[in-house]
């Protein structure tokens, strides 16, 4: 793929084809949504719900497999039993009151920071796939190497808001030692918003420390930079290693993912109303310990969805049921004036195939009609998160940019230069040569660079090339054009001393890190 250089003296129809063929990796702004929200639940229902999920923490209580999460809910006056805590409604209502409903994420380059909550939404690529799908479309385990070139397609995908963390696990590093690396991967090929590791308590306190040498303490004491995520134990379980590294970012004023992994029917009742009513029981318990940690640290209402299927057992995505489910939860995070985070674009397909292609469409669309504000697993995901495809990464962000210019809503700016338009044209008319189209073409409507809307003469002439084969073209070269944002050299070298201290004191073992 030729890429003519940004500043040619081309000038008419060269020159605006010169600025198709240049591609601009300027990062779109936060979703600020535009469109109708669709809510299924009546405001009764809602309050079904939520009394529902209110009786489920008084009464069946939530296990937090925790000492200093018991004794912090002993202090508050929570009704401790063992190692399960039983809230009272009004303790959790004064909790998660706490919580901002919007707030700012702050990226080393100030561009890219990202207004949050209410009306804006962000893109988060996937993480966390042991496999990857390659250039050459073979399956394999990733290395650092991997890691870094999601890392650079995350930096250059417009629709991308995060460079995440593991998207792909790096096998050729040490598993206790590893979370280190990623970070500043994450850090170093982009100049975005990012993730952090959360996989233990330590993990998560490397994470912060470093970005703290990014961005400075007192900076990271105000200004949310970075994501954790604590994942429960569906039934009702947190356990040690969530809450400690949840603890962790809380306590750095750092957001965090608060999120129950509902496999419906398996660790839900199954039935789409009840795994509501237990999913927000168990995302408020979460949210409300935030505060319990430091009142007024962001905090965000997340959960992981999927529905099971009752032939196999195997989790499955795009459902109706998810949809659904996504939609009422959509509704219940409005209802307590918190952030919402949900996944987007998944999938069970072992290959970039039509079935992939459409549980990723059905689950993008609902989340876009369900007004979720932090969007994770955007790019990537297939066989249900076992690996990360290259193809599909670029795919999935290319139908993410589609999104967010359908959820912007309607643009009356040229209304009237339009209809204008008509007039000049007239019955039988075409308007292909109206100053209007040569004004508008541009932006009128979205151009898909990696589907093909050619006749089929043409695309046997260019090769009958299919998606998978032109998204892995694209991939290539992405990473050829790809221009790294340069860190500061003595951050850099800071974080690499850090990085340096740190593996001598974390042995090398094939764990995580629990105890360094």
Same mark, same amino acid.
């Given at each position: ?17 010169? &600025? ?6 300027? =990062? ?25 999920? &209110?009786?489920? $923490? ?11 999460? !018991? ?29 901002? /409903? #919007? ?9 890219? *920071? ?17 496999? $990857? ?59 975005? #918003?990012? =993730? ?60 965090? !993912? ?20 237990? !999913? ?29 299927? =009752? ?52 689950? $993008? ?24 495809? &290259? ?10 940019? &589609? ?46 660079? $990696? ?16 998606? *998978?084969?032109?998204? !892995? ?19 850099? /070298? ?23």
């Amino acid at each position: 793929m030729s890429v003519d250089a940004v500043g040619t003296s081309r000038r008419g129809r060269g020159s605006r084809r010169s &600025m198709r063929q240049t591609r601009d990796v300027t =990062m779109l702004p936060a979703l600020k949504r535009g469109i109708p929200l669709t809510e299924p639940m009546s405001p009764e229902e809602i309050l079904r719900i939520d009394d529902a999920s &209110m009786d489920i $923490l008084e009464n069946v209580g939530v296990v937090f497999r925790d000492d200093i999460a !018991l004794e912090d809910w002993r202090r508050v006056g929570a009704d401790v039993r063992g190692e399960t805590v039983h809230l009272d409604r009004a303790l959790v209502r004064e909790l998660i009151a706490t919580i901002p /409903e #919007t707030f700012t994420y702050h990226a080393r380059n100030p561009a890219n *920071n990202l207004p949050f909550g209410k009306d804006h939404s962000i893109f988060i690529p996937m993480t966390g796939a042991p496999f $990857l799908r390659d250039l050459d479309d073979v399956r394999r385990n990733p290395t650092l190497d991997d890691l870094a070139n999601f890392h650079k397609l995350s930096h250059m995908l417009p629709a991308m808001h995060s460079s995440a963390h593991h998207i792909v696990e790096p096998y050729d590093h040490p598993i206790s030692q590893r979370h280190l690396r990623i970070t500043y991967s994450s850090m170093k090929h982009s100049d975005k #918003t990012f =993730m952090g590791m959360t996989t233990s308590p330590k993990n998560a306190e490397d994470v912060l420390d470093m970005a703290a040498i990014l961005f400075g303490e007192d900076f990271l004491e105000t200004h949310p930079v970075v994501t954790g995520n604590c994942n429960g134990n569906s039934p009702l379980v947190w356990d040690e290693t969530m809450l400690g590294a949840l603890r962790a970012f809380s306590q750095r004023n750092q957001p965090v !993912l608060c999120s129950p992994f509902v496999l419906g029917g398996a660790n839900t009742p199954a039935s789409v109303a009840p795994t509501v009513a237990q !999913l927000n029981a168990e995302a408020l318990s979460a949210l409300a310990y935030t505060q319990v940690i430091r009142k007024g640290a962001p905090a965000i209402y997340g959960h992981y969805l999927s529905t099971v299927s =009752m032939k196999s057992g195997a989790p499955m995505a795009g459902t109706p049921e998810i949809s659904l489910m996504n939609m009422m939860i959509g509704q219940m995070a409005r209802f307590y004036g918190v952030p919402w985070r949900t996944s987007n674009t998944l999938g069970g397909s072992k290959t970039f195939d039509a079935q992939a292609g459409y549980e990723s469409a059905t689950t $993008l669309m609902a989340v876009m009609m369900s007004g979720a504000n932090y969007i994770w697993h955007s790019a990537g995901w297939n066989e249900a998160g076992m690996h990360c495809s &290259m193809a599909k990464f670029v795919v999935d962000a290319e139908q993410c940019a &589609m999104a967010y210019r359908m959820a912007q809503g309607i643009n009356w700016d040229d209304f009237s230069e339009g209809l204008a338009a008509v007039r000049d044209v007239g019955p039988g008319g075409h308007y292909l040569g109206h100053p209007h189209t040569l004004e508008n073409f541009q932006r009128a409507y979205f151009m898909p660079e $990696l589907f093909d809307n050619n006749s089929i003469e043409q695309w046997q002439a260019d090769g009958g090339v299919e998606i *998978n084969e032109r998204a !892995l073209g694209t991939v290539r070269a992405m990473l050829v054009e790809y221009e790294e944002p340069k860190l500061d050299a003595g951050v850099n /070298e800071a974080l690499l001393d850090y990085i340096a201290r740190r593996e001598k004191e974390i042995p090398a073992a094939d764990a995580l890190n629990q105890d360094h």
